[in-house]
């Protein structure tokens, strides 16, 4: 396009052209503003008596005029259009919703109020592809997945179930009872609820359903059967209507009183000030969490207004707490009005449609639904309870505020988060582990104004008694164990014994009541007994019964509360009389060695110090051997004879005498109790002896023992049944048998009688110990077994025992402690150290005492000669007596020679001057002279190699 650019038509021309585009568009933009926005109809459907249903009511248009106030400029405008379902009934919300389907043709319903309706116009809805968005059909039983255009602006029942359970594992309970309405909302929740206990290692004994339509008479009745049962613990999950019934009826019947716990469920928790306020005094209720802030505050106030304006009678206090409904009832509103902008077109909304047409069949299907729907699910905005965000069509909140009701109030004592448990703050510390802990919640009161917890069960007054099934008859002999009677009149039989006392003993630490009863059971076989408790006979058996592989593929064992183990009894043999070599079992072979080398080395060391001035140590070798060897050896009696004349070895000897006399008084100690003590000894070793033998063995009838004696190896004719202790010494005595194979406790009772003359061999053979039988999976084992341990760790079980078997369980000890192991070397090597230190300094300070006197001597000799030579020299001089020896000096007149003057002054002793020394000799004179004529040759031949000697 050319426009004409000249400068005096332009501007003229410009601006008119200007004028009218201005002026077109302002009449277009009147126009739009002055044409309606498009009106969007959704439904809402309440029960006009039903608390969600009346908040519903009230809460709708607030949010509806909040949503236009915050967004004026909105395309379209969402009106409500109100229909009712007095009673909740399924079939009026259903003819409700197609009315507002076919022939309102809205674009999306809000409500029904409960559950079973919505699962019925969820179906509808689906089908016509109108949105349905729930506020309080939390039942699990209607989902989003199932029915795509049901929308939960809530969060389903099913997380409460693991808060319910920390609360229950917190308080310590172990059995909870659940009283829920009878249809699809109360029923839906129970599942989840067994599984989270079932995590929290509590139990649902039975649960209590109440119709919807139940009258007093009935309810009464059935609170009556709820409290004779032991359980105190109740979870309330049903709607206000019905709850407020039951509770106030509880009330009256005493049942909110202490002792008693309930527990109410988010549905009835978040509506508590619909409930009568006395009757839910003390109880706990957990409800979903949402933030405090300023503009839910702000919010309540004027919904109080609104609702007092809407119900001019209702409760004030109804009308001031804010209800978790009315939050989520203005954040879903708000959702669809978000979601109503997404609608474009509204002529020919119902494709298919027969206009008007009531017909459920001929429904029509919405053109815009899938939008509207996707829009709805899509919508996420910071609502009056936080985040608004759809997760697979609902709300995902799964944290709760655990509160304790005190004066009709909900009084917040902690949180629930999954990932974290309980905790008293929230949020919580991102460091927290999950706890289930009685700690991190605050104070409880509980009902009947009571600060003492609850222990959640109390002895039934009537009920079901375990029925547990004692064995017997028992033997003679083994009545400590177990023992019976029954009562002929009564049919009620009474158990003793240590087996029962352990029973009972676990049976108190159970954290809740355990009636039962014994039943005597005459006359079965142990094997057979716990099938019998496998296949639902007897609820238990009691008994002294071995935990095996067999038996435990029939049924459930407890922890054995006795353990246990296979042994074998056997006569002892004395086995004193028969060693000929006990006398050396006193002292280990290293020390009679030991001992030998010490006599040996101490007789040389004295040779060493007497030899040079010593007759007695002098003489032909043999006789100088002799001397020596008797010498030390005779310190053993300490009858030495010989004459000692070095004070060195006097020195030597005294030390060496103590050492020798210690020794002799511990070998006379520990022969003295080797010979005493009886040395018993077990006649089989081992179970392989016995096998070798042939002989016959014992064991106790229809125990197990037998077959595992079959499978050692035993032929069936070799072992024989036996019933009592009596009858094993019978058979032992007059040897029928060789031995018994039975369980140590058995055979303890057994030598408690008959200690003398038998012993237990224990065998490797480990078993399991004794156990009670429980049918399998009850979850009785696992809190017996808790018990078993808490006896068996303390000493109670200790006094048990001695209760029934007496101080002691062992024969007084057969392995007396004098009969300790023989002596080593190693209790006296200190002896040895003194004695050895003792000889061996004396040695040196002889040869020292040698050297110096000869210095001249052996210097010249030294110097002459090479080593070797000077060495035998030496040794030849030191083998000379030792003249300047007070000894010689003074037996110097009685010799007839001059010792100190004639050339035969190396000679030595005439026999005559060594038996004059030797005073009391053994040796006479007349068997010394043989010696001293080699002496006397060995003397003359010193006397040519060391000539200068005399100078000495
Ligand atoms: C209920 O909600 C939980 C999350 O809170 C979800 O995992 C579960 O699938 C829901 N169950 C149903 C049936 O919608
Ligand atoms: C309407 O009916 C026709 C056949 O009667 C069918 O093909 C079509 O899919 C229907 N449309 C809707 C939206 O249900
Ligand atoms: C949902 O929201 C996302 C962004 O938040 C958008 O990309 C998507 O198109 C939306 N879907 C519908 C169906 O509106
Ligand atoms: C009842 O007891 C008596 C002995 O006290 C006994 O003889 C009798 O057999 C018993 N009766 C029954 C049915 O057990
Ligand atoms: C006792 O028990 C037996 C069977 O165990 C039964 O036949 C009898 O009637 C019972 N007696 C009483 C008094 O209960």
Not at 83 to 91: A, K, N, W
């Amino acid at each position: 396009m050319r426009l004409p650019t000249g400068p005096n038509s332009l501007p003229r021309h410009t601006i008119f052209h200007y004028l009218l585009i201005v002026s077109l568009l302002l009449i277009k933009l009147s126009n739009l503003t002055s044409s309606q926005p498009m009106n969007v109809k959704v439904g809402l459907i309440f029960d006009p008596a039903s608390p969600s249903g009346m908040i519903a009511k009230t809460t709708a248009p607030m949010a509806l005029d909040d949503f236009y106030t915050a967004n004026p400029n909105s395309a379209n405008r969402m009106s409500l259009l109100t229909r009712t379902s007095p009673g909740s009934d399924i079939v009026t919300s259903a003819s409700a919703a197609l009315e507002l389907i076919s022939q309102e043709e809205v674009h999306a319903i809000l409500g029904p109020g409960t559950s079973p309706e919505s699962a019925f116009v969820a179906e509808m809805g689906t089908k016509a592809k109108v949105p349905i968005i729930s506020i309080s059909s939390t039942s699990p039983s209607v989902s989003h997945s199932h029915s795509p255009f049901f929308v939960r602006a809530a969060a389903n029942d099913t997380a409460q179930a693991s808060a319910i359970a920390a609360l229950v594992k917190a308080f310590g309970w172990r059995r909870v009872v659940p009283i829920y309405q009878d249809d699809d909302y109360g029923s839906s929740l129970i599942p989840y609820l067994v599984d989270a206990l079932d995590n929290a290692d509590a139990q649902m004994p039975y649960r209590q359903s109440i119709p919807l339509l139940a009258n007093e008479d009935e309810i009464e009745t059935i609170l009556a059967t709820l409290q004779n049962e032991q359980t105190r613990v109740f979870i309330v999950h049903m709607r206000v209507a019905l709850a407020t019934k039951i509770l106030a009826l509880a009330r009256n019947m005493g049942m909110m009183s202490s002792g008693y716990v309930w527990i109410l469920t988010d549905g009835l928790t978040s509506l508590l000030s619909w409930l009568p306020e006395e009757s839910v005094e003390g109880v706990l209720g957990l409800t979903q969490y949402y933030p405090m802030t300023e503009k839910l505050r702000k919010f309540k106030t004027r919904w109080t207004r609104h609702f007092l304006k809407d119900y001019p009678k209702a409760d004030p206090e109804v009308a001031q707490t804010l209800s978790r409904y009315a939050i989520w009832a203005y954040d879903a509103v708000w959702a669809v009005a978000n979601a109503s902008e997404h609608v474009k077109q509204i002529d020919n909304k119902f494709a298919n449609s027969t206009n008007g047409s009531t017909d459920l069949s001929s429904m029509g299907a919405s053109t815009t639904g899938d939008d509207i729907l996707q829009a709805i699910l899509n919508t996420t905005f910071n609502g009056l309870g936080g985040e608004f965000k759809f997760v697979n069509g609902e709300l995902d909140l799964s944290v709760f505020y655990i509160v304790n009701v005190n004066g009709g109030k909900g009084r917040t004592i902690g949180y629930y988060t999954p990932k974290y448990g309980l905790s008293k703050k929230f949020p919580v510390e991102s460091n927290a582990s999950y706890s289930t802990s009685r700690d991190d919640l605050g104070p409880v009161i509980w009902p009947g104004e009571s600060t003492v917890q609850p222990k959640g069960w109390v002895l039934p007054t009537i009920g079901r008694k375990l029925r547990i099934a004692v064995p017997g008859p028992v033997q003679e002999g083994f009545k400590m164990f177990l023992d019976m009677e029954t009562d002929n009149t009564t049919n009620q039989t009474t158990a003793t014994g240590f087996v029962i006392d352990m029973f009972e003993a676990a049976v108190e630490k159970l954290p809740y009541a355990l009636p039962f009863e014994y039943i005597q059971v005459l006359h079965v076989k142990y094997d057979d007994l716990v099938k019998m408790i496998g296949n639902g006979t007897y609820d238990a058996a009691v008994s002294d019964m071995t935990i095996t592989n067999n038996r435990s593929k029939d049924a459930d064992f407890t922890l054995p509360y006795m353990a246990s183990s296979l042994s074998m009894l056997v006569p002892v043999r004395n086995e004193r009389s028969k060693n000929a070599w006990i006398f050396l079992k006193p002292l280990k072979a290293d020390l009679w060695l030991g001992s030998f080398a010490f006599f040996v080395f101490t007789g040389a060391v004295i040779w060493c110090l007497e030899h040079r001035i010593n007759d007695e140590f002098r003489g032909p070798p043999s006789n100088q051997l002799g001397t020596t060897f008797y010498f030390a050896f005779s310190t053993l009696v300490f009858s030495h004879r010989e004459t000692i004349v070095s004070n060195l070895s006097r020195f030597v000897i005294i030390i060496w005498v103590f050492v020798v006399l210690i020794l002799q008084a511990s070998y006379t100690a520990s022969l003295t109790s080797t010979l005493t003590v009886q040395r018993l000894s077990p006649t089989f070793a081992d179970i392989h002896e016995l096998l070798i033998s042939g002989k016959n063995i014992g064991y106790l009838e229809d125990s197990f023992t037998k077959d595992f004696l079959k499978r050692t190896g035993f032929v069936e004719n070799r072992l024989l049944p036996f019933k009592s202790p009596d009858s094993y010494e019978e058979a032992l005595s007059n040897h029928t048998i060789a031995a018994v194979v039975d369980e140590a406790p058995y055979l303890q009772v057994f030598l408690n009688k008959y200690c003398d003359n038998y012993t237990m061999v224990n065998l490797p053979n480990k078993t399991g110990g004794f156990g009670f039988v429980f049918p399998r999976g009850s979850l009785l084992v696992t809190d017996l077994s808790r018990g078993i341990l808490n006896i068996t760790e303390g000493d109670e079980s200790t006094r048990i025992m001695q209760k029934w078997f007496g101080e002691s369980l062992t024969c007084p000890p057969q392995d007396n402690p004098f009969s300790s192991q023989s002596l080593d070397i190693v209790s006296f090597w200190g002896l040895f150290l003194i004695t050895g230190a003792t000889s061996l300094l004396c040695c040196l300070i002889q040869l020292a005492l040698f050297l110096k006197e000869n210095r001249h001597h052996i210097r010249n000799i030294t110097s002459i000669s090479s080593f070797r030579t000077s060495l035998r020299s030496m040794a030849r001089l030191y083998d000379e007596k030792d003249l300047s020896s007070h000894t010689f000096r003074k037996s110097q007149p009685s010799s007839p020679y001059n010792f100190g003057s004639s050339p035969y002054n190396f000679q030595p002793d005439t026999p005559m001057s060594i038996s004059n020394h030797s005073g009391g000799g053994l040796f006479s004179s007349e068997q010394m002279s043989p010696i001293t004529d080699e002496a006397e040759m060995h003397g003359n031949y010193s006397t040519n190699e060391t000539p200068n000697h005399g100078s000495a």
